[in-house]
Structures are given as structure tokens and as C-alpha cells.
């Protein structure tokens, strides 16, 4: 029996070892079998120290288009395209004298934009409604062009055959209005636009940005003309350019995951982690008539999303030393001199929450990384949503969603609390056999295993319906974790933030008292090594526990009091009958 209690904890150790590491790989993280984390710099910088906002073109699909060499340093933007950028690029186009051009503010209710108006670039993106939890006095904000920090979205054409390069992300453009100051919504309004012009290449480009009252989606509106004497068959890009560093105040105890994600119907949801991206080695669909790109963080994301039912390449490439662009490059008719076409978009730029990404665009919702417990956990956040409709608290609505699983999951949990209780009882017994026959382990086992027979004892029978349900708490723990709903949302007294460690631990600190309860009420190992390790394990996971957001410790916590209310019923009850039958005997 002690054999086989040792294959049980070295299984079950091995498994949980072999889980965290297919988990870190598909985060995109190094095994911890091998291989080193790759260390992330700061994107490079232009002559003035500011971060480069010049990401390479992408490479271009239009016949005859010029691959573009290691170029001078531009004055605007700092360094020109890389060398050794994969395929056709177009001509560059000359960038605007001296620093770049004063950000235009374009704000709604909900969300605030910073648009340079070299090439139109979004350059900063504050989120309105959402605190920064490292500095509580000022919004989230999710693009930025800082010193170190680097995350924006481009624009613009490719596919010029010589010549001056089309419109594009470097080319200076100047509103239409002529008003350079901040466009925000009016009271009342019901939406902001901001257009913006440039001529490059015999070609116009008129952007115009359309930002919605309460809406994180920016709808983008691109009229191309053809000004020149020749055809033009212009190939808009749309791409979000990032290093590859993690978001501030990431936690080292827990990993969520950082980077570029493409979708489409055939291919579905697939993450290209930026080591992949440094590697060329990074694997995604290429080309179909649907799908968007987007880089997601824990609660938060950005996307591309071009018009449906138009055929579209995504790409995928390294810019400069960790700095990665995702795009999609969109081919368009071919234009005969003075006419003209216009494209639609969506930029997305917005928290992660799941109703407002399913009315979106097809799979955005996916982007709550729920891994592979996806079919599991998305049922789990569905009812957590109800419960909380109906308390208005997410913290109770925790409480409640915990108390729901648990009571659906009675059966099984009363089947292995009934095995344990059995074990308990014999555990006396137990222990006199094993000091009985010492060091002779195969009379020992032969005379437990005629004792759980007598018994009518399984001794796996608390271990199974417990694995039963490993899945579904897991899910649980990953819709706790990854919901942006527990983000900044208070519970009762000192706990403010749901998705922010417990500040005074107390929620650690109880949760490991109910785990020194589980222990007592659970059967005592007749192995000593192995009793002292179930002693010990409350202390570690408390300890562990004091790092995690408190959402999770919650659910812990209340998890842990419900099964020893369960457990002690349970007990008792078999306890009571043993007694009466003894009674009766």
C-alpha cells in the first residue's frame, strides 16, 4: 500500500510539474526543461531619445514594388527600415521636418486618443473609465510613445512601383477642418470625427476617424484617389507596432500572456508570441477573406478589423531589436487616373470584456485567455455574470458562483468525503499494521489491502471524484483571473480591488487556517514523511496565496469553508451510523 500511495504523489506531483510547463509554452514562455527566457530591451530610440514611431513598411504585394535598403536616419523618425526585411517593400516616403508633429486629441466619453499627424499614427490611447492600478490618480493608458515603452497603430499604402512611395505611416498629413486642436465629443453628441489628408506618389489619402458615443471601437474611413497620370493599385496596410516587453505591474507568481494574435474562420484563435516573431519562426494563417490581428494583454486589447468578405494577407514581422508589428495588408482595385475608392475599418482599443467583443467582430471574445479550458470556462463566466446581475457586487457574486459549482459537484465530493471518512476510521488500524511488520513491505501491503477488503474500502476512492472535477476548477480559477470585471472592482471593507493582492492578507491568511482544518478532518497518511508534507502544504500555499489577486483567494477561501462544512456533515453522519450499527451489534 505505501508503494502504491508513493506512485500516487509522484504521478500526481509529475502531473502538476508537466501541466505548468505545457502551460508556459503555450504562453509563449521557455519550457522549464530548457532554453532561457529571452531578455526584452527597450525599443530603439531616435536621435532626440524619443522611442521610433518609424516601423518598417510592410513588406508589399504590388508587382514591381522596391525592396527598401538599410536608408539613412530620417529626421523625424529616427532610423529608416531595417535591412533584411522579408519580401517587397515600398518606396519610403519622406518624412516631416523635425520632431514629429503635435499629437490631435480625439476623444469620446469612454476613450481618448492622441493621432500624430505624421502619417496619422495612433500614438497614445487613455481608457477613460479605467484607473491605472500602479497610479490610481490617472486613467489606464494602453498605446503609448514613451522612452522604453512603445505601442501604436499604423496605417497607410504600399505597392508604388517607383518613384515617391504612396501615403503612409511617416508621410505628414493635415486635418481637413484645418483644426489642429483637439476634436472631443460635445455634450450630447453623439460622435467625433477627425479627418486628415496627404498626397504622395500621385496618390490622396483622406483619413477620417469616427469615434462613437460610449464606444472603444474607432471606425476608420480611407477615400483614395488616384491624382496621377498613370494606374495605381494601391495595398492598404493596417498593423500595431509593440515591444516586447510585459505590462507594468505583471505578477511574477502568475503568467497571463503578452503579444500579437491572429483570427480567422478557418484557423481560428492563434497566438504568435513575440519570441516567435525574434525566431521567424512565428505561424498563423496568412490569407483568407475574414479575420483581424490584434496584440491582447491581461484584461486588455487592440485590433485591426477590415470590412467582411474582403480578401485580406496577415503578417507578422520584427521591426527593430524587440519592437514586432502585426498587420493586415489589404489589396485594393486597380485606379485609373482621378478615380477614387474607399475602404472601411475598425481599430479596436479597449478592455477585454466579453459581451462587448462578441458584438464586435467574430472571435474577438476569444481574446479573454482562457487556454485551453475554453469550452469550460466560458459557461462559468456566463453564470458568474448572472450572479452578479443579480447581487451588483462581483465579490458576492464570487462568493455565490463558488457555492453553485460546489453544490453541483455534491455527489461526487460526498462520495470522496465518505472514502475519506472510511480511511479515517481505520487509520488506527493501519497504523498498528505497519509498526507490526516493519520493514516487511509486502506483508504490510498484503495485510492492508485484506484490510480495506474487510472494509469495503477503495483506497483511490477519495482521490478520483476530486480528479473528476480538477477541470472545472481550474476553468474557474482562469475566469477569476483573466475577467477584467474583477479588475478595480471592491468587495466589502479594505478589499478595493478584486484583481489586486489582499492588502493586509488577512483573505491568505484565513484561507490557510481552513486548510490546516482539511488536514485535521482529512485521514492521517500512516507514512510520517508523507503527514508532515500535508502539515506543511497550508503554510506554502498561504505564503503563495499573499501575492495572488484577491478574487482568486476569495474563491479559495470560500471553496475551502463550504468543503469542510460538506466534509464535516458527511463525517459525522458516517460516524453516527458506525456507532449505531455497533450499538445494534
Known sequence: MQTQRMILWIVFSMSLLFLWDSWQRHQGHPSLFGGATPQASAPAASGDGKPRTDASIPPSSGAGAEVPGAAPAAQAGGQGVPSGAPGAGAAVAPAASGPSGQAIRLANDVLALDVNPVGGQIERAELLQHRDLNDRAHHLVLLHNQPGKLYVAQSGLIGAADGPGYPNHRTP??????????????AGGDAVRLSLAAESGGVQLVRTYTLARGAYVVDVKDEITNVGATPARPVLYMQLTRDGNPPPGESKFYSTYTGPVVYSDADKFQKVPFGDIEKDKAKHAMSADNGWVGIIQHYFVSAWIPAAKVNREFYTRKVDTNLYSVGIKEPLAELAPQASTTVQSRLLVGPQDQRMLEGIAPGLDLTVDYGWLTAVAQPIHWLLQKLHGLVGNWGWAIVLLTIVVKTIFFPLQAASYKSMARMKAVTPRLTAIRERYGNDRVKMNQAM?????????????????????????????????????????????????????????????????????????????????????????????????????????????????????????????????????????
Not at 460 to 466: D, E, Q, T, V
Request: hydrophobic share 55%.
Open 449 to 585: 489491502m485484506e484490510l480495506y477488503k474487510t472494509e469495503k474500502i477503495n483506497p483511490l476512492g477519495g482521490c478520483l471524484p476530486i480528479v473528476v472535477q480538477i477541470p472545472v476548477f481550474i476553468a474557474l480559477y482562469w475566469v477569476l483571473l483573466a475577467s477584467v470585471e474583477m479588475r478595480d472592482a471592491p468587495w466589502v471593507g479594505w478589499i478595493t480591488d478584486l484583481a489586486a493582492p489582499d492588502p493586509y492578507y488577512i483573505l491568505p491568511l484565513v484561507m490557510a487556517g481552513t486548510m490546516f482544518i482539511q488536514t485535521r478532518l482529512n485521514p492521517t497518511p500512516p507514512d510520517p514523511m508523507q503527514a508532515k508534507m500535508m502539515m506543511i502544504m497550508p503554510l506554502v500555499f498561504s505564503v503563495m496565496f499573499f501575492f495572488f489577486p484577491a478574487g482568486l483567494v476569495l474563491y479559495w477561501l470560500v471553496n475551502n469553508v463550504y468543503s469542510i462544512a460538506q466534509q464535516w456533515v458527511i463525517t459525522r453522519k458516517i460516524t453516527q451510523e458506525a456507532a449505531a450499527a455497533k450499538a445494534r451489534g
Open 173 to 186: 498629413m493635415t486635418p481637413v477642418d484645418g483644426n489642429a486642436g483637439p476634436h472631443v465629443l460635445a
